[in-house]
């Protein structure tokens, strides 16, 4: 069984990929990490994001097994992360890393933005998690200040929309919910309740 969950940033995605994971026993690929490791390879060989060049060498040389989690957890990671993702070169360069992952014997769990339309879009269930900005910016904040960055509400709100924009509006496999998706609003849903609902619908997809 293959799930593809997407959405955008903080929306609870990755908590409830995880889950389904564990839940369905299949392994979890947060395809984020892939193009925020991209993002932190271009700044540590001294070249800006919107380097498409760059941003493509950096992406084709990517060693998965050597991510640095800390350094690409940060704020500014993800907003670089979103810039490289605009390339169309670095996506063609992450595509069939994905898809092999996707097709693992047994199937898996896939979180990004273009799971359900360019990865995947034979997936068994596809999720499209949401929540208002307001809500998804005061997560995020959240998560940023307790791993030590010294970050105001309002700069993130500033970046999870200008980010929510740039993922949305690129040419090439924008975030889009695929139109066999269900969405789900985690908005007023504790992490609990999200996790459920997410569960529940996968075993209705499933018939199980
Ligand atoms: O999910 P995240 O916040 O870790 O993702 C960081 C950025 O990576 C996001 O702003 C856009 C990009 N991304 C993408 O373009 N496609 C994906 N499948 C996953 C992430």
Redesign the pocket.
Known sequence: MIIAV?GP?ASG??TIARALAAHFALPHL???????AVGVAVADAGAQPENAQAAEAAARALDFAAIDETRIRTAGA?VS??IV?AHPGV?AALVAL?REFAQKPGGAVL?????GTV?APHADVKLFVTASADVRAARRHGELVNRGEQIGFDQVLDQLRQ?DA??ASRAD?P?MKADDAIELDTSDLTQGEAIRAAIAIVEKRRGL
């Open positions: 997407d940033l995605k990755g947060d395809t984020g990490t892939l193009y925020r993800g992360a979103s993702a996506r994905q979180d990004g933005r273009d799971i990865i980010r740039r993922d496999a975030m």
